[in-house]
């Protein structure tokens, strides 16, 4: 009788393990929506003008190496982010980070908001590239997203206030520390009370296969997503589940575009890699938009890297449901 009870409980113990497992990776797992599909529609005139300039903004930015290895490369992929900037109407403002007698910046522009100011939306992507590559997908194509998203909301009216930031010092040897750009401006941000409601990283979105078997994922996340690479990814860490279901069910409102999310513990490889752990770190809410990187691109943090690799079609129809999020997050009527 005694062993019948003991088997009773262990196997009521394992069976509250499981679900407990069952429910942890619904939780992870489960957004609003539905993904695209389906074949791509045909790029649309105006879509095809970002196109063509999302492709002259990689260029400009990610056709030779630029970090703190490459400080002079590295100053002119600032000064022509600043000159995009400025040329759209724009006032830039800087946060200067000192470096062994040196500075680097972070380079941002504001859309004030009206009803709701003191509700901050940032949309950040990191302008440095890897030591050894020059970084055209990591991260040209984000920066290259973020400048025409701040091109394409100019004369928005938004009820929040919309920040624009371009980060330094992403790459290693900054990565995970102190001095990466985005931990000086999370931190001052923190110690100004500012009200960061959102913040989205655009990091690594330019790189798509229709080919089978070209996405990976860390464990336990391939039982769960397509093997082929052709989507784009939002992913947040557990605490900013809610702010990844707005954001995605808004993306999937706006973009014919193939999307997943997934909402998974910092510690798990890959979440945390780009400038919205620094956000984390102070808790905000904060998710990263990406290609998935490592995970599907095969010149990741190489000198293969380069302009010719990045898809600047399917680029533009991100950045147009980027636009459509945008919107919505920031109240623009």
């Known amino acids: 009788m005694f062993a019948k009870l003991r088997f009773a409980l262990r196997m009521l113990f394992w069976l509250a393990i499981a679900t407990a497992i069952a429910w942890l990776l619904w939780f992870m797992v489960k957004v609003p929506g539905v993904s695209y599909t389906g074949a791509l529609q045909p790029l649309g005139a105006e879509e095809q003008l970002l196109a063509d300039r999302l492709s002259r903004h990689v260029g400009a930015i990610a056709s030779r190496e630029h970090n703190f290895m490459h400080p002079v490369a590295l100053e002119e992929a600032a000064r022509y982010i600043e000159t995009a900037f400025e040329d759209m109407g724009y006032r830039v403002e800087t946060q200067r980070i000192p470096r062994d007698g040196t500075e680097v910046r972070n380079i941002q522009v504001e859309l004030p908001g009206s009803t709701l100011a003191q509700e901050i939306v940032v949309i950040g992507a990191h302008y440095d590239s890897v030591v050894g590559a020059v970084g055209a997908n990591d991260n040209g194509s984000g920066v290259a997203a973020l400048i025409e998203l701040a091109r394409l909301l100019h004369d928005a009216r938004p009820a929040r206030t919309v920040r624009f930031v371009a980060f330094v010092n992403e790459e290693p040897p900054f990565f995970y520390s102190?001095?990466?750009?985005?931990?000086?401006?999370?931190?001052?941000?923190?110690?100004?009370?500012?009200?960061?409601?959102?913040?989205?990283?655009?990091?690594?979105?330019?790189?798509?296969?229709?080919?089978?078997?070209?996405?990976?994922?860390?464990?336990?996340?391939?039982?769960?997503?397509?093997?082929?690479?052709?989507?784009?990814?939002?992913?947040?860490?557990?605490?900013?589940?809610?702010?990844?279901?707005?954001?995605?069910?808004?993306?999937?409102?706006?973009?014919?575009?193939?999307?997943?999310?997934?909402?998974?513990?910092?510690?798990?490889?890959?979440?945390?890699?780009?400038?919205?752990?620094?956000?984390?770190?102070?808790?905000?809410?904060?998710?990263?938009?990406?290609?998935?990187?490592?995970?599907?691109?095969?010149?990741?943090?190489?000198?293969?890297?380069?302009?010719?690799?990045?898809?600047?079609?399917?680029?533009?129809?991100?950045?147009?449901?980027?636009?459509?999020?945008?919107?919505?997050?920031?109240?623009?009527?």
């Open 178 to 333: 102190d001095e990466m750009g985005s931990r000086f401006y999370a931190r001052r941000s923190k110690a100004r009370g500012e009200n960061i409601v959102a913040m989205f990283s655009l990091e690594t979105i330019g790189y798509y296969s229709d080919e089978p078997d070209t996405q990976r994922y860390p464990f336990p996340l391939s039982f769960f997503y397509p093997k082929t690479g052709n989507f784009i990814a939002f992913v947040a860490n557990l605490s900013s589940r809610p702010l990844l279901h707005e954001a995605i069910a808004s993306f999937r409102r706006h973009a014919r575009f193939p999307s997943e999310g997934a909402a998974a513990p910092g510690l798990l490889p890959g979440v945390g890699w780009s400038d919205h752990w620094a956000f984390w770190k102070e808790d905000y809410p904060a998710l990263m938009v990406t290609d998935t990187a490592p995970y599907r691109y095969p010149y990741y943090h190489t000198m293969e890297d380069t302009p010719d690799k990045v898809d600047y079609a399917r680029l533009a129809r991100v950045v147009t449901g980027l636009n459509g999020m945008l919107r919505d997050l920031a109240r623009i009527e």
